[in-house]
């Protein structure tokens, strides 16, 4: 089976979401690491519900609110200046190191790149200049768009609406579960890249390979377009 193009989630994929850490234990000592892990865990609890509720906010708001939420479970005070901080944080993470090779890797195979993400697109266009990727993908997808966030299908067949093919061409990349899992049901052809060893969802689904870095994604996506 070949592929016409590759969709990469962001972040968690492309860019390092934990690394806000170092920032927020700079504001709160002790804690950043646990405060990253709860805002990130409360940010994607907020687009499952907001979704399966139709309560559409975007994911620059959901951000906001998963990190006022995991600043008063920690019982530390958020003000305004630390919020403005972690929250320009959040719009300029980093990317993981091996991305720039990689995804160079797929450019000069002819492969047609794009994200679909949850982000809202000023956050994608901002995580992907500060990243270094600028001029590596040919659309950058917001389920803005939709309204509904990802694992809606609504959010996943912007990619077949964007290439004019079926979900079955289309490569998806992930490195959370859960979208893979999403991803796999929608039709997409799929690899989780499993950063952290993570043990895999029991949803009755299971990934098409898996993968601990973009070079085994850049291997897989290369062998299907041979």
Known sequence: MTIRAIAFD???????????????????PGKGAQLATIWRDKQIEYTRLRTLCDKYQDFWQVTEDALDFACAALKEELNAEARDRLMGQYAELSAFPENAVQLQRLKEAGL????????????????VKASGLTGFFDHVLSVDQVRRFKTAPEAYQLGPDTFQCEAKDILFVSSNCWDICGATWFGFRTIWLNRYSLPMDRLGVEPHRIGSSLEDVADYALELSA
């Open 112 to 127: 047609t790149l794009a994200i679909l993400s949850n982000g809202t697109p000023w956050m994608l266009e901002q995580a």
């Open 10 to 28: 962001a972040y968690g994929t492309l860019f390092d979401v934990y690394s806000v850490g170092a920032l927020a234990e700079e504001l709160f």
